[in-house]
């Protein structure tokens, strides 16, 4: 689900240490019923929100080498 831009302003995004300063990276902040993840490059753009069910599997199938959409 997309929601509005800066939706809870009071957040703490964080970004990857090992992404590079290229600007191709998302941020990730965690608020208390769901997961945001924004394009870093577009901070004022668009907010995915997604549960937090749905993002631990997210990052599983990362850490596992799997195809995210597969």
Do not use: H
Not at 42 to 67: A, C, H, M, Y
């Amino acid at each position: 689900m997309a929601t509005e831009p800066n939706r809870e302003p009071a957040l703490t995004w964080l970004k990857s240490s090992t992404s590079a300063d290229a600007g191709n990276c998302v941020e990730v902040a965690y608020s208390e019923s769901c997961v945001l993840v924004r394009d870093s490059g577009d901070r004022s753009g668009t907010i995915l929100e997604i549960s937090p069910g749905q993002w631990r599997r997210f990052v599983r199938r990362i850490k596992d080498g799997k195809t995210v959409l597969g």
